[in-house]
């Protein structure tokens, strides 16, 4: 599927946000910081689950890399937190405040979505953090089965260092770890 | 974190023609002195007037960074280690979190804390309130949160950096949406409807 192609997401689907164990709340580990809610720089970087199910929300994490270091990022350090659209989008507010949930595909990632609102706002990033801790039992989650992640980790990575090799003289490529898996 | 003493109180009373105290001598805060003392009309009307400067000590505690320093009354003493903890921050480098996060300017961190104590204080002196020290954390567009959940209430400010029009922006409500109080702070100036919302903090 192009990567240009854009769907509207309907209110009854998910949405997976992953958060780094370093992001929960040192009070409470059942609360992420409001931090990891900040939409920067266009929007809240979230998986449509249509397109991606919980496992490859970790493959994506695992066959990325920091932009920093440069090295691979540990899917294991990640917890995967799953939103409903429309509980995002009917978050009681004190005033009428935007809130959408829109598709943003990127290359490799075709489920990539934004959480859209004013960064500004800080009653949002509160009130998603508790919803989080409300409903920790029923919609976080580790990775499920690692053995099996790590091995399609590898697979992609292999395969893109493959790609990359190949492309070397045909064009200037993107280098490996850039991209991510659907 | 260092602790100092300081004189800080005056003992004042009714002073009669012998020079002696008619009433029970009460002892203030120095900083409310002052305020006594440049109020003139207020001061005469009640007769107080002050008659030593006592040695009551008060520790308070110090934060210095950078060669410059915050200091925290003894009473504020777990909003002080929580400061301190939050020094680990500006040891944070570009991309911090793996998604291009932004590193935390000095100038942002110790604007947060400033105003953290500030306002700590301003609850003390004002209502006797010792407020629950927040958790500070970094923010992956450079800026800080300070956020609370106490058994009365939760509260979220967001301390931004140099470039913004705002200092901060915040939102705090009693649970389940009641009591809210949101707005955004141009400068460090205390806002007293605020301060006196998070008396909830304690």
């Known amino acids: 599927m192009s990567a240009e192609l854009k769907e509207e997401i309907p209110d009854n689907h998910f949405v997976f946000r992953s958060i780094r164990y370093s ?36 493959v ?8 920093g270091n440069g090295k691979y990022k540990d899917f294991r350090e990640f917890r995967a937190i799953k939103f409903q659209v429309s509980e995002i989008k009917n978050i009681e507010l004190l005033e009428p405040s935007d809130i959408d949930v829109v598709h943003n595909p990127q290359p ?20 998603l953090a508790d919803i989080v801790e409300a409903k920790y039992d029923l919609i976080v989650f580790s990775p499920p089965n690692p053995p099996t992640i790590q091995e399609k980790i590898e697979e992609f990575r292999k395969a893109e260092e493959e790609a990359f090799v190949n492309s070397k003289d045909v064009s200037s490529p993107e280098e490996p770890g850039k991209t991510s898996p659907q | 974190m260092e602790t100092t003493n300081d004189i800080t109180n005056f003992k004042v009373g009714v002073e009669t023609k012998r020079g002696c105290l008619a009433d029970s001598p009460q002892v203030i805060r120095a900083s409310e002195f002052d305020f006594y003392r440049s109020e003139t009309k207020y001061f005469d009307q009640l007769r107080y007037k002050p008659v030593a400067q006592i040695t009551v000590t008060k520790s308070q505690l110090v934060i ?20 301190e903890e939050s020094k680990s921050i500006l040891e944070l480098n570009d991309d911090w979190d793996s998604f291009d996060a932004k590193k935390i300017d000095k100038e942002v961190w110790f604007m947060a804390v400033s105003l953290l104590s500030k306002y700590a204080h301003y609850i003390l002196a004002e209502f006797s309130t010792v407020i629950q020290p927040p958790e500070i954390n970094p923010v992956p567009n450079g800026t800080i ?9 939760r509260f ?18 009693l649970y389940n949406n009641e009591q809210p109080i949101k707005d955004k702070l141009i400068n460090d100036s205390i806002i007293k409807h605020l301060a006196y919302w998070m008396r909830n903090l304690a």
Request: charged content about 30%.
């Open chain 1, 108 to 127: 490799g990632n075709y489920s990539h979505s934004l959480v859209c609102y004013d960064e500004n706002n800080e009653e949002i990033r509160i009130k």
């Open chain 1, 23 to 58: 992001g929960w709340s040192k009070q409470n580990k059942k609360r992420p910081q409001e931090a990891c809610f900040s939409p920067v720089p266009d929007g809240l970087s979230v998986n449509w689950e249509k397109h991606c199910d919980l496992q490859n929300v970790f």
């Open chain 2, 145 to 153: 949160d300070l956020s609370w959940r106490t058994k009365n209430g």
């Open chain 2, 64 to 83: 210095d960074v950078d060669g410059k320093s915050i200091e925290l009354d003894a009473k504020l003493e777990k909003i002080a280690k929580e400061i």
């Open chain 1, 60 to 67: 994506i994490l695992g066959a990325s890399k920091n932009i």
């Open chain 2, 156 to 173: 979220l400010m967001n301390v931004k950096g140099k470039e913004s029009n705002t200092l901060a922006s915040y939102y705090g409500d």
